[in-house]
C-alpha cells in the first residue's frame, strides 16, 4: 500500500514538474509577443504625451498584424527607423518644419521625426514613393496621410481594393490596408521634397530592410523618377542585374529583370501632377490594374 501510495506521489510530482515546466515555455513564448508589443506601443507612446491612439482600433489591428512574425519584425524596424537623426540636413528641416507648423495646422501636434512604412505585413503590392511630406507624412506620422496626394492615393487604393476606406486623415482614422504596403526612399520631409542624393543613399538600408521584412511582396510601384531609381538601386544591392543603359522612368514604364520583383513605374501622386491632369484617376486605376496582374502572377 505504501508503495503505491509513494509512486502516485511520485507520478504527481513529475506531472507537477511537466505543466511548471510547459508554463515557462509558455512564458517565454510569450514574452518577446509581449516585448514587441510595448516596443510598438511606446513608439507611439512617444509621439505625445497624451496619445489616443492607443485606445483606437486602428492601432488594435496594426498590433493584431504586427503580433505576426513579419509584422514584429517591421514592428522593430519602425522604432529604428523613427529614432534616426543621420542627416543633419533633413532632421533640421523636419523639425523647424514640426515647430513652425502652416496656419491651418498651428492646433496639430506635429509628427517631426523620420516616417516607417504601412501597410499589410503580408502584401503583394508594395508602393514606394519619395519621402513625408511637409505637411501631411510629417504632420501626422503616417506615409501619405493628412495632404492632398494621400487623398488621391488612398482614394485609389480603396477604389482598387487595398485599402478599407479612401480617406486618410490621420493615424486613428481606421484606415487598414490588404494586400498592400506604402513605403518611402527617403524617411524624412526635404526641403522643396528634394533629397541630395547622398540622403537617399543614407535612407537606402531603411528600404532594404523594410523590403527584406515583406516575404510577400510580388511587385513594387514607384511613383516618380527618384523612387523608380531607388528601386533600381535596391535591385541592384540585391544582386539583380539591371540592364544598361539603366531603364529610363516613364508613366507605364515597366521592367522585369531575373531576381527581382517586377518594377512599375507611375507619376507621383502628388497636388502638381494631380491637379494639372498629369495624372488622373483613371490613369492610376490603370496602373494599379497592371500592378495587381503582377501580383497576382
Ligand atoms: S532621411 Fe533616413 S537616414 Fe536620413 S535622418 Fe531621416 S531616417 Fe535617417
Same mark, same amino acid.
Given at each position: 500500500?505504501?508503495?503505491?501510495?509513494?509512486?502516485?506521489?511520485?507520478?504527481?510530482? /513529475?506531472?507537477?514538474?511537466?505543466?511548471?515546466?510547459?508554463? @515557462?515555455?509558455?512564458?517565454?513564448?510569450?514574452?518577446?509577443?509581449?516585448?514587441?508589443?510595448?516596443?510598438?506601443?511606446?513608439?507611439?507612446?512617444? /509621439?505625445?504625451?497624451?496619445?489616443?491612439?492607443?485606445?483606437?482600433?486602428?492601432?488594435?489591428?496594426?498590433?493584431?498584424?504586427?503580433?505576426?512574425?513579419c509584422?514584429?519584425?517591421?514592428?522593430?524596424l519602425?522604432?529604428?527607423?523613427?529614432?534616426?537623426?543621420?542627416?543633419?540636413?533633413?532632421?533640421? +528641416?523636419?523639425?523647424?518644419?514640426? /515647430?513652425?507648423?502652416?496656419?491651418?495646422?498651428?492646433?496639430?501636434?506635429? +509628427?517631426?521625426?523620420?516616417?516607417?512604412?504601412?501597410?499589410?505585413?503580408?502584401?503583394?503590392?508594395?508602393?514606394l514613393?519619395?519621402?513625408?511630406?511637409?505637411?501631411?507624412? !510629417?504632420?501626422?506620422?503616417?506615409?501619405?496621410?493628412?495632404?492632398?496626394s494621400?487623398?488621391?492615393?488612398?482614394?485609389?487604393?480603396?477604389?482598387?481594393?487595398?485599402? !478599407?476606406?479612401?480617406?486618410?486623415?490621420?493615424?486613428?482614422?481606421?484606415?487598414?490596408?490588404?494586400?498592400?504596403?506604402?513605403?518611402?526612399?527617403?524617411?524624412?520631409?526635404?526641403?522643396?521634397?528634394?533629397?541630395?542624393?547622398?540622403?537617399?543613399?543614407?535612407?537606402?538600408?531603411?528600404?532594404?530592410?523594410?523590403?527584406?521584412?515583406?516575404? /510577400?511582396?510580388?511587385?513594387?510601384?514607384?511613383?516618380?523618377?527618384?523612387?523608380?531609381?531607388?528601386?533600381?538601386?535596391?535591385?541592384?544591392?540585391?544582386?539583380?542585374?539591371?540592364?544598361?543603359?539603366r531603364?529610363?522612368? %516613364?508613366?507605364?514604364? @515597366?521592367?522585369?529583370?531575373?531576381?527581382?520583383?517586377?518594377?512599375l513605374?507611375?507619376?507621383?501622386?502628388?497636388?502638381? !501632377?494631380?491637379?494639372?491632369?498629369?495624372?488622373?484617376? %483613371?490613369?492610376?486605376?490603370?496602373?494599379?490594374?497592371?500592378?495587381?496582374?503582377? %501580383?497576382?502572377?
Amino acid at each position: 500500500m505504501d508503495d503505491a501510495v509513494s509512486s502516485r506521489k511520485e507520478t504527481i510530482a /513529475s506531472e507537477e514538474e511537466t505543466l511548471a515546466s510547459q508554463e @515557462e515555455t509558455l512564458a517565454s513564448e510569450e514574452e518577446p509577443l509581449a516585448s514587441e508589443e510595448e516596443t510598438v506601443s511606446s513608439r507611439y507612446d512617444r /509621439s505625445r504625451a497624451s496619445d489616443p491612439l492607443r485606445a483606437t482600433p486602428d492601432v488594435a489591428l496594426y498590433r493584431r498584424a504586427m503580433s505576426r512574425p513579419c509584422g514584429r519584425h517591421l514592428a522593430a524596424l519602425a522604432d529604428t527607423i523613427v529614432a534616426c537623426r543621420a542627416c543633419p540636413r533633413l532632421v533640421a +528641416w523636419r523639425e523647424r518644419v514640426a /515647430s513652425e507648423k502652416v496656419r491651418r495646422f498651428r492646433e496639430h501636434d506635429y +509628427w517631426g521625426r523620420p516616417v516607417p512604412g504601412f501597410g499589410d505585413p503580408h502584401a503583394r503590392l508594395i508602393i514606394l514613393g519619395l519621402a513625408p511630406g511637409a505637411h501631411g507624412a !510629417n504632420r501626422t506620422g503616417r506615409v501619405f496621410t493628412g495632404d492632398r496626394s494621400g487623398d488621391f492615393l488612398y482614394a485609389a487604393l480603396h477604389r482598387a481594393g487595398f485599402a !478599407n476606406q479612401g480617406a486618410s486623415s490621420a493615424r486613428d482614422d481606421g484606415l487598414v490596408l490588404r494586400d498592400a504596403f506604402i513605403t518611402l526612399a527617403v524617411r524624412c520631409a526635404p526641403p522643396d521634397n528634394a533629397p541630395q542624393p547622398a540622403e537617399i543613399r543614407r535612407c537606402a538600408p531603411f528600404l532594404d530592410a523594410e523590403l527584406d521584412a515583406l516575404p /510577400s511582396s510580388r511587385v513594387i510601384l514607384a511613383l516618380g523618377a527618384i523612387a523608380w531609381n531607388a528601386a533600381i538601386d535596391r535591385m541592384v544591392r540585391r544582386g539583380a542585374v539591371a540592364p544598361r543603359p539603366r531603364p529610363r522612368f %516613364a508613366h507605364g514604364a @515597366e521592367l522585369v529583370v531575373p531576381g527581382a520583383p517586377p518594377l512599375l513605374g507611375s507619376y507621383h501622386v502628388s497636388q502638381q !501632377n494631380t491637379q494639372t491632369g498629369r495624372l488622373t484617376p %483613371a490613369m492610376f486605376d490603370a496602373v494599379l490594374r497592371r500592378a495587381k496582374t503582377f %501580383a497576382s502572377a
